[in-house]
């Protein structure tokens, strides 16, 4: 099971927030601003966002218009613009008891943020006032508030109260086996606490109860978004993200304005092997991102990254750039991030780290001499300092210089002071640099025709990436590409095919279908069949490549 951490590293890049728009003045040009979560809609539902709906006891279409709406922007996790839908809702029809229970539910937690003890007791509040007014509906809003009331109770996101909540949601889920929506927000309910500390059979159940409620919802309607982005995530944290493969090929057309919906398929185009699509899929939610922000009349450049998700699609994007060799696209997600680390303030590693994905991706692919150019890192950002390094040093070894490469390996320090309590990302933070620096080294040898000291190098970096330290780390993986690929390229250049083609094999368990490593195992299987090696390995790309194996 993977951990979730989307993090909103670059919302920390500029230098202050964008003022609040007049609500009532932007909202002709809200359909988009929404779903980067920015501005609130407030006389107007949103289309773009997915399904979603429930029924619920009013005399007044147009709260019943707004707390569906709500529903849609909160499941497409456009959270506050979701929130305000339900407030809309509120003010149509202020004896709506759902109306009520829609905020409240809004502001609780998700997969991927919990809230503290500040936000449950204000949610807590509205959840009261639902009860109150629901005191002679329907049933079934008699439950659902009952449930929510548990989730405020100690709860969060890994807290007693989540599971009370979750376990309440399904009863009423199996009260009501016919209804889409109930099922998807149990599964929801389900998945929020999962991903945290407990026993794993535990944690097990929670999940494959989520996943089976979620395709009962699929089977009865195979285009409900809501129940397609939560399959995508629990058949990811599950280990068959290809279950939702089909599902995922549709679900950007069902839900064209939600930026964060576009994204999600690369979830499991890039545990398949589709890292094209992967990257794609986050070059159109970043243009979604780069739409809304303009809109919004974001500061330029960097008023982009407040927008909650923009962060994740780009460092996303990168991901599968790098892997599928779309330079064209890797280079235009990171050069933005590039160009923000002079005035980025510092913050957790994880910030860093993924920053440093800009740089993986401007060492792999952009001009040697442009890279070499790039401007220092502050001294007190000592793990960016060394993904520069390492970016600088990927340049060098693509133009052979291997005392350069060695270079700015040496400059990447061994150790750095972290203090694990206060930042618990610092220190994968330090595992990366550790694995560019062993990456580097052993581009090095290579290049001096020291494939033995290449392979111990490459191995040492294998280690720390396959260790537990990264085991449920980041999605996408935070290191770019599987580094046993390298070591079976330094094994074949020893003359030691077979334990080659052992160490590929390895490396497409990691990432399966990763161009690179499938061009090497040709390689190596035309090597173990007696054919002469060839002095290049034909690479990958929209763009025809071709890498050494100093590169791999």
């Given amino acids: 099971m993977r951990t979730l951490l989307l993090a909103p590293l670059m919302l920390l890049l500029a230098p202050a927030a964008a003022p609040a728009l007049d609500q009532t003045e932007a909202a002709p040009s809200l359909h988009k601003i929404c779903g980067g979560d920015l501005v609130a809609p407030s006389t107007t539902v949103l289309p ?10 009013t005399n007044t279409p147009a709260a019943q218009a707004f707390f569906d709406n709500g529903l849609q922007l909160s499941h497409a996790f456009a959270h506050k613009a979701g929130t305000a839908a339900f407030q809309a809702a509120r003010r149509l029809d202020p004896a709506c008891a759902m109306c009520a229970w829609g905020e409240a539910w809004s502001l609780g937690p998700t997969i991927n943020y919990p809230v503290g003890a500040d936000e449950q007791a204000k949610a807590s509040k509205i959840v009261a006032e639902a009860a109150k007014l629901a005191a002679s509906g329907p049933e079934k809003e008699r439950q659902l508030i009952a449930a929510l009331a548990l989730r405020y109770t100690r709860g969060g996101g890994s807290g007693p109260g989540d599971l009370a909540f979750a376990k309440a949601m399904d009863d009423i889920a199996r009260a009501y086996p016919d209804d889409s929506e109930i099922a998807t927000l149990a599964a929801d ?10 026993p794993k059979q535990a944690r097990q159940d929670r999940l494959h109860r989520a996943v089976a409620l979620l395709e009962g919802v699929l089977k009865r309607d195979p285009d409900f978004t809501p129940a397609i982005h ?19 090929n549709k679900l950007a057309t069902l839900a064209p304005a939600a930026s964060h919906l576009v994204h999600m398929p690369s979830h499991t185009y890039y545990w398949l092997g589709r890292y094209q699509d992967a990257a794609d899929a986050n070059v159109r939610a970043a243009a979604i991102d780069a739409a809304d922000a303009k809109a919004a009349k974001l500061p330029e450049p960097d008023g982009i990254y407040q927008l909650t998700y923009h962060a994740h699609n780009v460092q996303f994007g990168i991901g599968g750039a790098l892997i599928s060799g779309d330079a064209k696209s890797a280079l235009a997600l990171s050069a933005p991030i590039i160009a923000a680390v002079a005035h980025m303030p510092k913050g957790p590693g994880y910030y860093d780290m993924a920053a440093g994905t800009g740089y993986f991706a401007q060492g792999r692919f952009a001009d040697p001499d442009t890279v070499l150019a790039l401007p220092d890192v502050p001294a007190d ?9 390492y970016a600088r040093g990927e340049a060098l070894a693509r133009k052979g210089d291997a005392v350069g490469v060695r270079a700015e390996a040496d400059a990447i320090p061994t150790r750095i002071a972290i203090d694990a309590k206060k930042d618990d990302s610092a220190p994968q933070a330090l595992g990366l640099t550790r694995i560019a620096r062993f990456v580097l080294m052993g581009r090095a040898a290579m290049l001096e025709k020291r494939p033995d000291r290449a392979a111990k190098f490459y191995a040492a970096a294998a280690r720390i990436e396959e260790s537990p330290l990264f085991a449920d780390w980041t999605d996408p993986p935070s290191w770019w590409y599987p580094v046993r690929r390298s070591l079976a390229a330094a094994l074949l250049a020893q003359g030691k095919p077979k334990d ?4 590929a094999d390895a490396a497409l368990k990691r990432r399966p279908r990763d161009p690179v490593t499938l061009a090497l195992k040709t390689e190596i299987e035309a090597t173990l069949a007696g054919k002469p090696a060839s002095a290049t390995i034909l690479a990958y790309g929209r763009k025809r490549r071709t890498i050494t194996p100093a590169m791999i």
């Fill in 189 to 198: 309910a389900w998945m929020i606490p999962t991903p945290q500390k407990g």
């Fill in 381 to 389: 950002r000592p793990f960016l300092r060394a993904y520069r390094h």
């Fill in 500 to 503: 080659a083609l052992a160490q």
């Fill in 230 to 248: 939560f399959y995508i995530h629990a058949t990811e944290m599950s280990g068959f993200p290809g279950r939702a493969e089909l599902y995922a």
């Fill in 48 to 57: 773009g966002y997915g399904t979603g709906s429930l029924a619920i006891a």
